[in-house]
Nanobody, 130 residues
Framework: HVQLVESGGGSVQAGVSLRLSCTSS???????MAWFRQVPGKKREGVSA???????AYADSVKDRFTISKDNAKNTLYLQMTTLKPEDTATYYC??????????????????????????WGHGTQVTVS
């Protein structure tokens, strides 16, 4: 069973940067992983994803501002967020897939409906931008 623990959230002002981390209990090299976010009362949405080859995909709302990366030696997934906006305020969740071996092309195509492919989830970290 894959256990995921996020960290790095906080309350920041608009325009600054923040980096989220997600540590996995298993080696991340063969995992497809992703960041999602959720605002109370709204559906959880895909933000960014990275496949087992290290190729990436992004939602249009964060493209050119957020960067996803994975350090397989540390079993850690990152989300570097820059030029944060108030609309980025949400609880951010890390997720991992060890079944489908999703490609970055496919995750890009299903970004808005990607949640169903991920069986393993962290508990979330809050990001508040004012």
């Amino acid at each position: 069973h894959v256990q995921l623990v996020e960290s790095g959230g906080g309350s920041v002002q608009a325009g600054v940067s923040l980096r989220l981390s997600c540590t996995s209990s298993v080696n991340t090299q063969r995992l497809s992983m992703a960041w999602f976010r959720q605002v109370p009362g709204k559906k959880r949405e895909g933000v960014s994803a990275i496949d087992s080859e290290g190729e990436t995909a992004y939602a249009d709302s964060v493209k050119d501002r957020f960067t996803i990366s994975k350090d397989n030696a540390k079993n850690t997934l990152y989300l570097q967020m820059t030029t944060l906006k108030p609309e980025d305020t949400a609880t951010y969740y890390c997720a991992a897939d060890d079944t489908y071996d999703l490609t970055h092309e496919y995750m890009s195509a299903v970004m808005s409906d990607m949640e169903r492919y991920f069986a393993h989830w962290g508990h979330g970290t809050q990001v508040t931008v004012s």
